[in-house]
């Protein structure tokens, strides 16, 4: 697709359910970021996957949260037995390669509009 | 993990002023950046540091690449009502590690 592309867009529910934010990113691009902003924070990274390499999962803030990239292209972020405090703007980004020092040119990080989830 | 300071956490100001934010942080990046994140949108780059001391501009935006890099600003001249949103600044590492954001607002 032209851009990042994030499903839903809005998500309620009730604590304890399980969720499931869906991240389609850029075609051809083989980094996949996971951020998640809460209200009036910066962006918290998650997880990356690059390419068939093992995922940095260093972000993840407890063991309900997971996440899969299938066919190096399409990632699923699923949160079990939501929390309140998980309420948060989930922010998917992909990249032409993975970060590293030098120029961007590129190889920009783009975002998606985020996967917003209230947990009631 | 690390972390970048960023202030002002807000500013309000009058259309056609001048603003200025910056960040710091207490490990070296090679690389800094900006983002802007308007309402209900992801983050987008808005000017990418790569020098220590480079000083480099984007229309209305100026950033610099402090010499210590451990720290860059961002200054914003005349500015708009589109100029509305939440500033962040990046140290560039994998992954990227964000500032908590500047959250300007414009009074026309």
């Known amino acids: 697709g032209a851009g990042v592309s994030q499903s839903p867009s809005n998500k309620v529910t009730e604590k304890g359910k399980d969720v499931e934010l869906r991240c389609d990113p850029i075609?051809?691009?083989?980094?996949l970021y996971w951020y998640r902003q809460s209200l009036g924070q910066g962006l918290e990274f998650l997880i990356y996957?690059?390419?068939?390499?093992?995922?940095?999962k260093s972000g993840l803030p407890s063991d309900r949260f997971s996440a899969e990239r299938t066919g190096g292209s399409v990632s699923t972020l699923t949160i079990q037995r939501t929390q309140q405090e998980d309420s948060a703007v989930y922010l998917c980004?992909?990249?032409?390669?993975?970060?590293?020092?030098?120029?961007?040119?590129?190889?920009?990080?783009?975002f998606g509009e985020g996967s917003w989830l209230t947990v009631v | 993990g690390q972390q970048l300071n960023q202030s002002p956490q807000s500013m309000f100001i009058q259309e056609g002023e001048d603003v200025s934010m910056n960040c710091t942080s207490s490990?070296?990046?090679?690389?800094w950046l900006w983002y802007k994140q308007d309402p209900g949108e992801g983050p987008v780059l808005l000017i990418a540091?790569?020098?220590?001391?480079e000083l480099t501009s984007n229309g209305r935006l100026t950033a610099q690449f402090g010499i210590t890099r451990k720290d860059s600003f961002l200054n914003i001249s005349a500015s708009i009502p589109s100029d509305v949103g939440i500033y962040f600044c990046?140290?560039?590492?994998?992954?990227?590690?964000f500032g908590k954001g500047t959250r300007l607002s414009v009074i026309a």
């Open positions: 490990s070296i990046f090679n690389t």
């Open positions: 980004a992909s990249s032409l390669t993975p970060h590293s020092s030098g120029r961007l040119s590129g190889n920009t990080i783009y």
């Open positions: 075609s051809g691009h083989t980094a």
């Open positions: 990046a140290g560039l590492d994998t992954p990227l590690v």
């Open positions: 996957f690059q390419g068939n390499s093992a995922p940095d």
């Open positions: 540091l790569y020098k220590a001391g």
